[in-house]
């Protein structure tokens, strides 16, 4: 008689790198142009002007937000293979202490006496394993994909222009500049609350609090915009 055995399978989200990069990209691209967009909106008098300020913007916003990301991958990878370098030395040059330090990790585990050592033996008779293992367990550093940093640029850059494009759209359409600023705020708005719920579903934070958060935080610098621009071409004008 055979019984039937399910297989349990474990679901991780593992794009925690990439849905990083179009968290940072979207979340800018949506509150920066938007911020500039109600800004302009209260200082001057054509929708045109806006959405071509708006545009430059969420050009030059991309290009530094993607060269950003690029650095901090490019910085993220050369600071691994600095700190492998030095665990690769240390193994040769101080390896009674690096070989007490593996022991120190397995005895974590709960291993002691001839288990702990045939762990131990098993780690250091291997070079390269061992120096993955003391990156992994004593510096809590895992090896950057080489590819990142360019992918990072991209993700981040093309997330800011997505984003950009939901604030300034309104102003390319045939809408006096109160109807174009009042449909930004709504679309915007919106936009600041699913991407928040979304960012907190893939985040694993409270949802709804991700997603009011998100949207609070956008309004809050598109009003602050809109008040600065206001009292700046008040004053200008006086």
């Known amino acids: ?13 593992t ?7 179009i968290v940072i990209g979207m979340s ?12 302009l909106s209260g200082a001057v008098a054509s929708g045109h002007v806006v959405l071509i300020a708006g545009i430059a913007e969420m050009a ?26 030095r665990e690769t030395q240390e193994i040769t040059e101080k390896r009674d202490m690096e070989i007490e330090e593996v ?8 291993l002691e006496g001839e288990p702990l050592e045939a762990a131990t033996q098993a780690i ?13 367990e004593e510096l809590g550093l895992e090896e950057p994909d080489p590819k990142r940093a360019l992918q990072s640029a991209f993700t981040i850059g093309l997330a800011y222009i997505a984003g950009g494009i939901i604030p300034l759209a309104p ?36 949802v709804w609090r991700s997603a009011f ?16 621009a206001r009292a700046v071409s008040g004053t200008g004008g006086a």
Do not use: C, N
């Open 1 to 13: 008689m055979y019984r039937a055995v399910s297989m349990h399978k474990e679901t991780h989200f």
């Open 15 to 21: 794009g925690s790198a990439r849905v990083r990069d």
């Open 28 to 39: 800018d691209g949506l509150t920066v142009p938007f911020a500039l967009a109600a800004g």
């Open 60 to 85: 030059a916003g991309s290009i530094a937000m993607g060269l950003g990301g690029y650095l901090a991958a490019r910085s993220e990878h050369e600071s691994y293979v600095s700190e492998r370098a």
């Open 103 to 110: 022991r120190d990790v397995f005895r974590k585990y709960g």
């Open 124 to 136: 250091i008779s291997r070079p390269d394993t061992w120096v993955d293992f003391m990156m992994k």
């Open 171 to 206: 102003y390319a359409l045939s809408l006096t500049l109160s109807q174009a600023l009042l449909v930004s705020v709504v679309l915007t708005l919106i936009a600041l609350f699913v991407f928040g719920a979304l960012k907190g579903r893939f985040t694993g934070a409270p």
């Open 213 to 228: 958060q998100t949207m609070l935080v956008g309004a809050a610098a598109s009003g602050a915009a809109f008040l600065i």
